[in-house]
């Protein structure tokens, strides 16, 4: 049985629209990372739904693995500063199959407590993202952030590497 022009052309569309819907999803959930940053600075409960169980995060301050002790790794920013505000952008996707990398530029801008003298702390960089497709959509088990450039003084790190 010889598949007709018609559905050939389906299949194409088929193809292209779960290609665009995949890009969605991966600028989306990186994006959202970003977003519970600034938003969710005293609940936790969306890490599942952003990182695997597996997860490996790097960053210049230290690197973490796993979702177990997670809270702890980032609450070094959630009490250094009063408020933070990330911007994710020029998101490019790289898709194979079921494994999907995500490279980004990041601009953070990290303010000081009323009470501390210091100036607040900005930085800009890139990061990679490495994502899988789970039953419960895509997640991030690998984020590497690279710092290009900062201005003010970087906080003091406690972060213990796993």
């Not at 952003?50 to 177990?68: A, M, N, Q, R």
Request: aromatic share 10%.
């Amino acid at each position: 049985m010889s598949i007709t022009q018609d559905e050939a052309g389906l299949e194409t569309l088929y193809r292209q629209l779960r290609l665009l819907n995949d890009r969605l999803e991966l600028t989306q959930l990186c994006d959202r990372y970003v977003h519970h940053l600034d938003k969710d600075r005293g609940s936790d409960a969306w890490l599942d739904k952003i990182f695997t169980e597996d997860v490996h995060l790097s960053f210049p301050f230290g690197e973490f693995k796993g979702l177990e002790g997670l809270v702890g790794f980032q609450q070094m920013a959630r009490t250094t500063f009063a408020r933070t505000h990330h911007i994710s952008a020029n998101h490019t996707v790289d898709l194979d199959g079921d494994e999907a990398r995500v490279t980004a530029h990041l601009m953070a801008v990290h303010v000081r407590q009323a009470d501390e003298p210091a100036a607040d702390f900005t930085i800009g960089g890139h990061y990679e993202a490495e994502a899988r497709r789970t039953p419960h959509g895509w997640r991030i088990h690998r984020f590497v952030f690279d710092l290009v450039w900062q201005s003010g003084e970087a906080p003091r790190a406690k972060a213990e590497a796993a």
